[in-house]
T-cell receptor, first 114, second 116 residues
């Protein structure tokens, strides 16, 4: 049972435009959400996070939006740059789980077209 | 300072062999996690250590998988009698603070295990 879902395996965006990556979750016990970025042959790198008490968090070109009622979050990257080409993973954790173990989605491969 | 390191980066094993995968977390980090990433999938939680104590091993797929962190720093994931379905990238992550913090997990580059 996939508790965190990323339904788009891939996405191509023109350089300078906005990239929007989507994520859905099913477990209502999740209260902290993260996005990780992964380049080939490297481990995931933390990008941005959001607590369930917020609906938006912004860090430079990256903004994460959370819609708790819809159990949906999205990552906006604007403007998109060639170096943003990578696989993006959505992840979630819950404060009632006893530790910070992350549940990941299957990832979305983002390609920025120059 | 140095990030999380893992060794070996690549491991090929014949079915039935035992393997040991090593993780060196960031110095001083209390929490250490192991994840398994199968091809085309996201990482999946295996086990969690707080210092030397293994507090959660709910994600270990079978009793062939064993992890330890005896001195609260370096950790080893051991897989006995490897099977083809064990082929995956094994990721180690560490974070500075114990729960209930939501401290960032820093990942190592992973060990790619291929079982023939």
């Amino acid at each position: 049972d996939q508790q965190v879902k990323q339904n788009s395996p891939s996405l191509s965006v023109q350089e300078g435009r906005i990239s929007i990556l989507n994520c859905d979750y099913t477990n209502s016990m999740f209260d902290y959400f993260l996005w990780y970025k992964k380049y080939p042959a490297e481990g995931p790198t933390f990008l941005i996070s959001i607590s369930s008490i917020k609906d938006k968090n912004e860090d430079g070109r990256f903004t994460v939006f959370l819609n708790k009622s819809a159990k949906h979050l999205s990552l906006h990257i604007v403007p998109s740059q060639p170096g943003d080409s990578a696989v993006y993973f959505c992840a979630a954790s819950g404060s009632n789980f006893g530790n910070e173990k992350l549940t990941f989605g299957t990832g979305t491969r983002l390609t920025i077209i120059p | 300072g140095a990030g999380v390191s893992q060794s070996p980066r690549y491991k090929v094993a014949k079915r039935g062999q035992d393997v040991a995968l090593r993780c060196d977390p960031i110095s001083g980090h209390v929490s250490l996690f192991w994840y398994q990433q199968a091809l085309g999938q996201g990482p999946e939680f295996l086990t969690y250590f707080q210092n030397e104590a293994q507090l959660d091993k709910s994600g270990l797929p079978s009793d062939r998988f064993f992890a330890e962190r005896p001195e609260g720093s370096v950790s080893t994931l051991k897989i006995q009698r490897t099977q083809q379905e064990d082929s995956a990238v094994y990721l180690c992550a560490s974070s500075l603070l114990p729960p209930p913090s939501t401290d960032t997990q820093y990942f190592g580059p992973g060990t790619r295990l291929t079982v023939l």
